[in-house]
């Protein structure tokens, strides 16, 4: 059961860039200022994008696949005490792809508002400069690494219409590429974007039939627009 509080401590869900670090938003940097608590994936990382912008570090808490659950719980126990609390990733925006669901789950629950400051994703950026159109899309994220539970969601793809857009990690790109091309139609146009929005930043355009062998030597993050 759910149990109401009144009280002015919020959970705020908040973007941070993806890359350059020109992509933080003002918004952004007040929200982390002004919060009692930062749940993040890496203290590390998150400390050093506080230090570049002058923000006094409030206490931070682990909050990555293997400790979500407890951390959320850290989370709803500052709330509880009065202090608003922040929800950021390594970049981009928490819950997609990310962990941050069961933090925002745990602190509705329990009656406190939650509120999103907004901020890059790589799934927009990719669909923007991939350049396929304002159709609708399906975003799958990261696709299981083996196994009959890969094969299922390839073979959904395979009857899939929509724009298909995937997160793929580099010593995984090729392989998915090529799994891609054996399980839809193979002239089907494709964007893998790389390094969104940082220095070695590259978008390379073809066809599914192409894409593995054009990606055979790949570095960073990926973004795989279909």
Known sequence: ??????????????????????????????????VGLIACEDTRRTGLLLAKHGITNPGMVVMNEHTEQR???RVVEALVGGQSVAVVTDAGMPVISDPG???????????????????????????AVAGFGSGRYVFEGFLPR???????????????QRIIVLYEAPHRVERTLTDLADML???RRCV?????TKMHENVWRGTLADAAPANAEPRGEYVIVV
């Open 1 to 34: 059961m759910s149990t109401t509080i009144t009280t002015v401590a919020k959970l705020h869900v908040v973007g941070t860039p993806i890359g350059n670090l020109g992509d933080f938003s003002p918004r952004a940097q007040e929200t982390l200022g002004s």
């Open 185 to 187: 139609d193979s002239s």
């Open 71 to 73: 951390a959320a719980e």
């Open 192 to 196: 893998t974007a790389r390094e969104l």
């Open 101 to 127: 669901a069961v933090a925002v789950a745990a602190a509705v629950d329990a009656g406190f508002e939650v509120v999103v400051v907004p901020g890059p994703t790589a799934v927009s950026a990719a669909l």
């Open 146 to 160: 083996k196994g009959r539970e890969r094969q299922a969601r390839l073979g959904e793809l395979a009857n899939e």
